[in-house]
Each structure stands twice: as C-alpha cells, then as structure tokens.
C-alpha cells in the first residue's frame, strides 16, 4: 500500500528554496538535472514545492533591498569576490541564503495554522497550490481564508466559487466553511458556490463529501420536519441549500458535471434557465448591475458563452431569435437593463 502524502518537512521547503535559486542562477549541469528529477520523484508535493518557490525566488529578488532595509533579512558584510565566482553565482546563492530562512518561517507558519488569504477580483481566476498539495482554482470574486494545521485544514469561503482537488490525509480532514454551510473530506475532487449567505451549492466530482447546511439554508419556513444534520454526497451529486427552498440533492449526467464546472475554462453554460439566472451569474463575475424586467427575466435561454466576454453575451442575447429582447446600456454608470422588445 502506498504511504499517505503528508505535509512537507522543513527539509522539503529548503530545498526547494535552493533547487528555485539555483534555477534562476542559470542552467544545470546533467548531474544536477538528475538530481532534480529525482527529487521531484519523490512526492507528489515536490513539485507544487518548487513551483511556489521558483515564483518567490523571482519575487524575492525585486523586494530583497526593501527586506533587508526593514531589517528583515540580514545580509553577510560584502566580501571581494573570487575571480572564479560570477556577480549572478553570488547574487544566487544570496538569494538561496534567504529563501531557505524564509522557508523555514513559512513552514512552522504553516505548522501553526496562521491563515492565508487569498481573493480573486472581477472577472478573474487563479489556480493555487497549497503546502500539503491541495489544488485549489478560484473563480471570479472569490475571497478564501485557509489554515493548514496538524489536526485539521480549515478553509472559510467568505463567497465565491472554487474548486478542490484536496490530497488524502485521513488524519487531517479537510473544511470548507460557508455562510450557509460546511463541507468535510479527507480527499476528493468538488466544487462549491457560495455567491450568497443563504445559498449553498456543492457538486462531487470524486470520492465523496459530508455536506452539513447551515440551519438558515437547510430548510424553507414551511418546512413542518426538521432537515438532516448533514447529507452524504458521491461522485456526481450536486446539493442545493437555500433558504427559500430548502435542501436538494441530485444526481447530475455527465454533460450536466461538465457545464456545472464550465466556468474553470472561462465559459458557462445555460440549459432552459430563466434569463434572470443567467443575468446575475453575469453579474457577479463582472461586478456589474444587470436587471431585467419581469417580463424579460422569465424568457429561458440555453446556450454556450464565454464568461471574459461580457459584450459578446450582449450581442448573442440580442440575436436570439426565441428571445425578444433589447438592451440598453448607461454609459455614465455602466449599468445594463434587459427588457422585452415590445415593452417601451
């Protein structure tokens, strides 16, 4: 049986930091490209390690003046160089020197489960990499908190949207709070949308989830039975939680999984949905009011866009045959108003 990944050591984290240094010092010789190799062999998480470093490496060097001027990072007293020893060579294993120590304070940083923030602005993604090898992709408008202790791993969802492929660790489960809910694994693969306080939306796409809705999302006012505490997702559930009408689970096609996570390609797909549904996903990605009048909001539409093109969208809506519409913009405000063609 293969040996569960667990969080990487300082060990990993140094050498990372020199591995990222020494890359941007130049090339390697073939030996040390074996050693690399060989490194990045060894655990799943090597890789994200010196991802994450090679990009702190490069960051680094334009905030190293500013760190050591804040006392941050000590410099050794400038010595005359060897001749045999390039200007690069030194600035390299300088910059090798503070990674390691940087490293090594991010890690038990990490260790003591202080949060990193993460937040995505209008109409942007971004695909990051946790310490223990989680891969998490944020939508547009997303804010995360994460915190990556030694009994658990803890991510609050402030709003958003993202999407998890979260590395087994049976002794640390893995969190994801909402405002309307909380999911608990150990590893799999899912995705969740909190784009409001009371509404929760969580699909599986593998292993399986415990999903436990807040009491203001699990069950509608009229509700005479109280909901189950938590519900157990598979492979292909999708669970809807909102305060209006309580709880759902439902098994999705294939198709219907692929157009729920078509967002991490850019695009979103409408399948008969009322044109008011489609408006605030829009919305929400851009930033922008959009409304539609009544009678426009109910028109259903079912097509493909992409979500970065949002005058695209207004063109195609204006081309829609089955769906009589006209959309007028307001250049001062940048607002957009969707009413019928027959409406003055």
Same mark, same amino acid.
């Given at each position: #049986?293969? $040996?569960?990944?667990? !969080?990487?050591? /300082?060990?990993?984290? *140094?050498?990372? *930091?020199?591995?990222?240094?020494?890359?941007?010092?130049?090339?390697?010789?073939?030996?040390?490209?074996?050693?690399?190799?060989? +490194?990045?062999?060894?655990?799943?998480?090597?890789?994200?390690?010196?991802?994450?470093?090679?990009?702190?490496?490069?960051?680094?060097?334009?905030?190293?003046?500013?760190?050591?001027?804040?006392?941050?990072?000590?410099?050794?007293?400038?010595?005359?160089?060897?001749?045999? +020893?390039?200007?690069?060579?030194?600035?390299?294993?300088?910059?090798?020197?503070?990674?390691? =120590?940087?490293?090594?304070?991010?890690?038990?940083?990490?260790?003591?489960?202080? /949060?990193?923030?993460?937040?995505?602005?209008?109409?942007?993604? !971004?695909?990051?990499?946790?310490?223990?090898?989680?891969?998490?992709?944020?939508?547009?408008?997303?804010?995360? !908190? %994460?915190?990556?202790?030694?009994?658990?791993?803890?991510?609050?969802? =402030?709003?958003?949207?993202?999407?998890?492929?979260?590395?087994?660790? /049976?002794?640390?489960?893995? %969190?994801?709070?909402?405002?309307?809910? $909380?999911?608990?694994?150990?590893?799999?693969?899912?995705?969740?949308?909190?784009?409001?306080?009371?509404?929760?939306?969580?699909?599986?796409?593998?292993?399986?989830? !415990?999903?436990?809705?807040?009491?203001?999302?699990?069950?509608? /006012?009229?509700?005479?039975?109280?909901?189950?505490?938590?519900?157990?997702?598979?492979?292909?559930?999708?669970?809807?939680?909102? $305060?209006?009408?309580?709880?759902?689970?439902?098994?999705?096609? =294939?198709?219907?999984?692929?157009?729920?996570? $078509? +967002?991490?390609?850019?695009?979103?797909?409408?399948?008969?949905?009322?044109?008011?549904?489609?408006?605030?996903?829009?919305?929400?990605?851009?930033?922008?009011? %959009?409304?539609?009048?009544?009678?426009? =909001?109910?028109?259903?539409?079912?097509?493909?866009?992409?979500?970065?093109?949002?005058?695209?969208?207004?063109?195609?809506?204006?081309? #829609?045959?089955?769906?009589?519409?006209?959309?007028?913009?307001?250049?001062?405000?940048?607002?957009?108003? %969707?009413?019928?063609?027959?409406?003055?």
């Amino acid at each position: #049986m293969n $040996a569960l990944p667990s !969080q990487p050591s /300082p060990a990993a984290h *140094a050498e990372a *930091a020199l591995w990222a240094a020494r890359l941007d010092g130049g090339t390697l010789e073939a030996a040390d490209r074996v050693a690399l190799d060989t +490194w990045l062999a060894a655990s799943p998480a090597h890789r994200a390690l010196l991802s994450s470093y090679c990009q702190f490496s490069a960051d680094l060097e334009l905030q190293l003046p500013a760190l050591v001027g804040a006392g941050r990072i000590n410099l050794p007293p400038p010595a005359v160089p060897r001749r045999s +020893w390039s200007f690069k060579l030194l600035t390299t294993c300088t910059l090798a020197a503070a990674a390691v =120590a940087i490293a090594l304070t991010v890690h038990f940083t990490r260790s003591a489960a202080l /949060p990193e923030t993460f937040a995505t602005a209008v109409a942007q993604r !971004q695909s990051i990499t946790l310490a223990d090898g989680t891969r998490v992709e944020l939508n547009a408008r997303t804010s995360l !908190q %994460i915190a990556l202790g030694r009994t658990e791993r803890r991510v609050r969802l =402030a709003s958003g949207e993202a999407f998890f492929q979260v590395t087994k660790d /049976p002794s640390r489960p893995f %969190i994801v709070e909402t405002p309307a809910g $909380a999911v608990r694994v150990t590893g799999t693969t899912f995705n969740v949308l909190a784009e409001s306080p009371s509404a929760l939306d969580v699909t599986v796409v593998e292993g399986s989830v !415990q999903v436990h809705p807040a009491a203001s999302a699990s069950a509608p /006012p009229a509700s005479s039975l109280p909901p189950p505490a938590s519900y157990s997702l598979a492979a292909g559930d999708h669970l809807s939680a909102r $305060a209006t009408s309580g709880v759902t689970v439902k098994k999705l096609s =294939a198709a219907a999984l692929a157009n729920t996570l $078509a +967002w991490r390609r850019g695009t979103v797909v409408f399948d008969d949905v009322p044109l008011a549904e489609a408006l605030a996903r829009f919305a929400h990605y851009h930033g922008r009011d %959009i409304t539609a009048s009544s009678g426009a =909001a109910r028109l259903h539409i079912s097509s493909r866009f992409s979500l970065d093109d949002l005058e695209g969208f207004f063109v195609s809506l204006g081309e #829609m045959e089955l769906v009589p519409v006209k959309i007028t913009r307001d250049p001062a405000s940048g607002s957009y108003h %969707i009413s019928l063609r027959t409406e003055k």
